[in-house]
Nanobody, 122 residues
Framework: QVQLVESGGGLVQAGGSLRLSCAAA????????MGWFRQAPGKEREFVAT????????YYADSVKGRFTVSRDNAKNTVYLQMNSLKPEDTAVYYC???????????????WGQGTQVTVSS
C-alpha cells in the first residue's frame, strides 16, 4: 500500500501560481511513477502530468504544457506540481497517484490521494 496526501491547493487569481505537494507513505516511493490528475465539476478526471521513477522523464497534457512543472524528491517521498499562469479553466480538484507504469491513463494508477481543491478566479 502507498498512502498519498496532497496539499497546497487554494484560491488564486488568474495569472497567479500555486505549488501542490503530494507526500507518500508506505511502500517505497521511489519505485513508483507519479502522476497528477484533475477533475472539474461535471467533468471526467483528466491527466495533467507524470514523472518517471528517477525524475528524468516528464510528460504533460497539452492544456498545461509550458505552465505546469512536475518534479519529485525521492529523499522526501514527495512529488510536486508547480502551476504558473493559472487560468479559470484550471479550476478542479487535483489528485496525485502512483503507478508501476509510465502512463497517462488513470486506470493504470493503483494508488490515489484524496485530492486538493484549486480554484482560479477571473
Amino acid at each position: 500500500q502507498v498512502q498519498l496526501v496532497e496539499s497546497g491547493g487554494g484560491l488564486v487569481q488568474a495569472g497567479g501560481s500555486l505549488r501542490l505537494s503530494c507526500a507518500a507513505a508506505g511502500r517505497t516511493f521511489s519505485n513508483y511513477v507519479m502522476g497528477w490528475f484533475r477533475q472539474a465539476p461535471g467533468k471526467e478526471r483528466e491527466f495533467v502530468a507524470t514523472i518517471s521513477v528517477s525524475g528524468s522523464r516528464t510528460y504533460y497534457a497539452d492544456s498545461v504544457k509550458g505552465r505546469f512543472t512536475v518534479s519529485r524528491d525521492n529523499a522526501k517521498n514527495t512529488v510536486y506540481l508547480q502551476m504558473n499562469s493559472l487560468k479559470p479553466e484550471d479550476t478542479a480538484v487535483y489528485y496525485c497517484a502512483a503507478s508501476a507504469l509510465y502512463t497517462t491513463m488513470a486506470r493504470d494508477y493503483n494508488y490515489w490521494g484524496q485530492g486538493t481543491q484549486v480554484t482560479v478566479s477571473s
